[in-house]
């Protein structure tokens, strides 16, 4: 093959109006394609005119804010919950937006109460009676009557949010002081759409050199309630992946009419949890998800069909508001995008992005994002931020999984202006956009090696969040830390749920299957446990060879006697503290295993759980802690169970998942090809371009050896921190 | 008063055959009046006709072995749930005693299994049809048809016990080889009643040398299933307050007849976690006791009337076979015993035999039993050992709870010729003795002052598990911590169930209510919450100026979006894992409070609860660990309440938890009367005989400060370690 051209190209840059030499000069040095503008930022005719294509971004919910401020009805609204009022008496009386932030959210009294609105007594956990509450629209207030004393009441009510959340978020921690609050209009509505497919049809005519239109993103952002107090209570709700902030009236009564029965508040409230992505969703939260997914991709069609009209193309943030854009879905493909772009903080979402068919272009817009401070409100680009350590530690996290997967474009975002102080910086991005382009060459050439079995993630979401889990990065959340392993792992990983699990089994090839997760979340699976073929399939899926990998509180759905579905299969159980009476089996710890062979330091699982105990002499116990089993393996049938007690992400732990997958699937005769001695290493081959690339995934110089594919041939490499180095094999 | 004579009475000796000179110089040196025979030991005439008063041991259940050896259908039974089978085909083989100790259990096969036994599908959790199984008594199997491949079957069945419990843990532990295994008989059979009457009245004629026949102690022991590995899981299941030992055939007719309703054997083997009194019971359990505990009353009394009318007098061990006996029941007195002799470990269990009523006399057995090793198989009376040690810490800690409430005897128990070559044990039970009788003359004169208000305690079993959990203290259990602190407390406590509360309200008197445990648990209180009425009944006490002092997961009943059903009096509630996407209130931690005012190092609350989260700033917390309260109070109302995470017996924390009670019953203002400052040592005072008692709980001199009853005056004492010093006051 020809050398790749690495200086130029598929490297998008964020300009600025004042500041055209500075963009012009980067443009050149970054080798960028492309100039965009950003929340905050816009181009100025000299950069438009440049030469270069121009990104534009369009929030199009935002953008008819006259028409907005006369048409406070057809603002977004949702579903609160309000604080729970204990009664003192027989009459009650609710502010329903006590504690909420009333520069968000505004109580919507117009659209019959007495039909959308539920009252509950939170004790019995009964709806209280239409006729037992009445509104006060003037104060705000829900007044019951009949209220027992000593019993806890909530109003479930609607409300319109004045302000959008991103506009909110950027405004408030940049101190924009009188610039307007922006506020998202509902295209439910069908008067919306109108206004909306006219001002585009505008806009599309006035931007004649903008070539791809940046959506941010679709129609409505992923659900985040604010408090009154930011200090103490800024986030009361805040869930990546819910549909909270697409309930109206109108879409409750489309989605009754076209699935026969009709939803109610508490479908959405679910006693002030909402329907967070972390936790077990409903079949009716499904049905809803596809209501408004379908809805999505009609009226964004609508869109996009205008701006291909306009012979420009059409991008989308997988970000933002995003609900109902749902690019792993495999509708996705309906919208016609042209162009998916995802913002990244780790390895994971990489392969998110990549993960997604349907939009020919996935796009990563790289950290730091050009802003001051960074999302925790640490100084980034001013005084006390060290930016080019930032970007190389964001790099290393995001390359783990663009070596994995093909991406086809990196960009910036944010003011331009910020990096000027700042040359290393500037010359670091230099060299990291031709390290991409040299990847990405890689990918043209072919799919690197990975593992000869598949390995399943079974969630209750399955493929529809495959490689995330609601959003960025949380702390706590082990499936996080599980993925960002496996993000830069030789590996071929599916994602299927509990539904497709009953439909279809396992799927052909796979060898393991990981299930992860406290009790009753969405990766564990809770209630999607309650279908017992569940249990059947993947405990005779193990019975005849397969392999289960459990981490936290696998299959948990606990009842007397048993917490963990799975625990015949694991040899292990968990006592959630109804077991004082029963014994526990005394293992001995053993000394060795495939699974520990490059483990050379105590374990360390992040917040792992306790009170594990094994059945008998079957279950080997790796390690533990206090009498409680943390790493365990146990032969079942033909097949084999690892457990984990926590997951972390961590370099040891990863090698430790790794061999953990093969040892499950019996694949230990696969293991240490193209891998990489040094756990802060990693290896990919790419067979067809025959290539080897070793990457260092930490901030320090390292040595490694490398076995290459016939599991015995070894190379020595030493790699400067954060470096990469490429053999040819 | 006069001084009471300190050298002699109220003291129970073991006696031994073969060793009578040093049974009489002891019985003389420890003064006591009575001597007895223990578990393996005999009285020799010299001993019995030395003008002792003797106490004889009788385990009528146990005393008709040549009848039990012929009469094997009339041994007593239980239902065991069979170790799960996960199924591979069609037809599913179990082996019904795989898993459990032969030698002591046989499976009932003669009694009808398809009457009495259940199989369950443990998958689906729906038990099997009758006619979908059958049994295989020669191979001591179920075969089950029908079975989905991956599910997992379990078989309920009735076993007859071979090995009375307390015989093979004594016959085991002591290595008694090829001595007799002897069997219990169920008196729940009319025949086996004419056999131990016949029994009982011909014992009472051969031993005309006895006063006190000693009980041990009825005829059901506590459930105690052991396995067949003893090294790596000896006790299968062991719960000193469970009934499943009692069952039979014939228990479930009569209680069918009695009650209107048939029993299942799922009522008693509950997916394998039988009827632990540490989990919330059942109302049909719980209607089971009611039946056990009146057969027990109606066949013990016509016992007791045997040793009446032989002019004896009748005392109950309790514990071993005490099931049905219930000392803490107002139906104890029914009996007709003349005393209650109960084993103590700790403080509570004093206050456990000082609470029953009923029995005119209540003894103490202490501890160390005279037997080469203790309970966990430490050396005691033996190389190694150091009983006298022992002796000194079992007193203090008991002597915590004799401070408090009146006990009329104390004896030992066990091998007296063990004692022999450690005269210091010899001086030390001396000088014991003679400390207890001097507490014994304070008590005599009126009850120690208390607080000026009530502390109720509130589980599931209310007053009949008053002062204990079940059996001696388990760590982990964090009740069995409070009862230990509060039992050396100068508090008046009162133990209620949610029954009572519902039926009467919190009782008069009452200023602060204890709510302790883990959820679910019969401590906290587990479904006797869902009853909106002890919700509502608690808020208002607490509205109304009440205290309530929450621990571990008090009033836990998770339901979507709350845990704690008293969340709203707390001012705080527990994650349990589903609120990732649901903001935290960002307290800080106060400075200093009442509550804390002698904690002088890090908390240490034992195994505590995570994840808890406050609502506003109206909660106040005073310790936390990784963003986790850990004390925290909250004013509700005109009323206040106190959480605490966990809870363990330190004096630290016997302390911390005297001070919450009195902040939380805002009784700040009582606090300080009778104090000993040093949290080593405690002060009680006998207003009526003019005496201030002040122990030194520590293996350490100790100096403190005690304040007296007018709050100003202090006393300032220094004590030997173990100690004790009487004050005038």
Known sequence: MSAPDLSHGDFTLPGEAGYEQLTLRLAQKWGADTIRDSDGTQLSPEIVQSGYAIYSTLCLVRSVQPWARVNRGKLQQNFLMSFPVVADKAATTVTLLAGYYTEQFAVNFG?????????????????????????????????????????????????????????MYNHLTNNWGDREHLAAVDPMQPETQKVLLAFLEKWLADHPATKVVRFTSMFYNFSWFWGADHAKLRDIYSDWGDYEMTVSPRALTLFEKEYGYRLTSEDFVNGGLYNSTHNAPSRRYRDYMDFIHGFVIEFGRKCIDLVHRHRKLAYVFYD???????????????????????CVFNAFEVRLCAHSTGAKTRELRLHPYLFPTGLKGEPTFKAGGNPTLDAKNFWIDARRGLVRAPIDRIGLGGYLSLVEPFPDFQDYIEGLAQEFRL????????????????????????????????????????????????????????????????????PRGVKAVINCGRAGSAWSGGHYWD???????????????????????????????????????????????????????????????????????????????????????????????????????????????????????????????????HWAASQEAAWGAWQSANVKTEATCFPKVGKLVVINNAGTDETTTVTLGDRMTTRTVTLPAHGIQILDV
Do not use: M
Request: net charge positive; proline share 5%.
């Open 320 to 342: 933002d508001h995003w609900i109902g854009v749902e690019p792993s879905s495999p509708r996705f493909k309906e919208f016609g995008f042209d162009g998916l772009i995802k």
């Open 531 to 661: 279908d017992p073929r569940v249990e059947a399939v993947l405990t005779q899926f193990a019975k005849k060879g397969g392999g289960v990998v459990g981490i936290g509180e696998p299959s948990a759905r606990p009842r007397a006697g048993q917490c963990f579905k799975l625990a015949q299969v694991f040899g292990l159980d968990r006592d959630t503290g109804d077991r004082v009476a029963n014994g526990k089996y005394k293992y001995a710890v053993a000394p060795s295993h495939f699974i520990t062979a490059d483990v050379t330091a105590p374990l360390d699982l992040g917040k792992d759980v306790d009170g594990i105990y094994v059945h008998g002499p079957a279950t080997s116990v790796l390690a533990d802690r206090a009498g409680s089993p943390r790493l365990a393996t146990h032969a079942f049938g033909q097949g084999r169970a690892v457990y984990l007690s926590g997951f972390k992400f961590t370099f040891e732990n990863t090698r430790l998942l790794h061999r953990a997958l």
């Open 111 to 167: 659209d019959s109460p007495k039909k959308w609105w539920q009252v509950f007594d939170r004790t019995t956990g009964k709806e209280v009676a239409k006729t037992k509450w009445s509104v006060n629209p003037k104060k705000g207030t829900v007044t019951i009557t009949g209220t027992v004393p000593g019993h806890q009441y909530t109003v479930n009510f609607l409300a319109f949010r004045l302000w959008e959340e991103i506009s």
């Open 439 to 506: 990847l990405k060459s890689f990918h043209a050439g072919g799919r690197p090696w990975v593992a000869p079995f598949k390995v399943a993630v079974l969630t209750a979401w399955g493929d529809l969040r495959a490689w995330t889990c609601s959003g960025h990065f949380t702390p706590g959340v082990a499936l996080y830390d599980v993925l960002e392993s496996l993000a830069g792992l030789a590996l071929d990983v599916t994602f299927i749920s509990f539904d497709d699990l009953v439909k279809n089994g396992v």
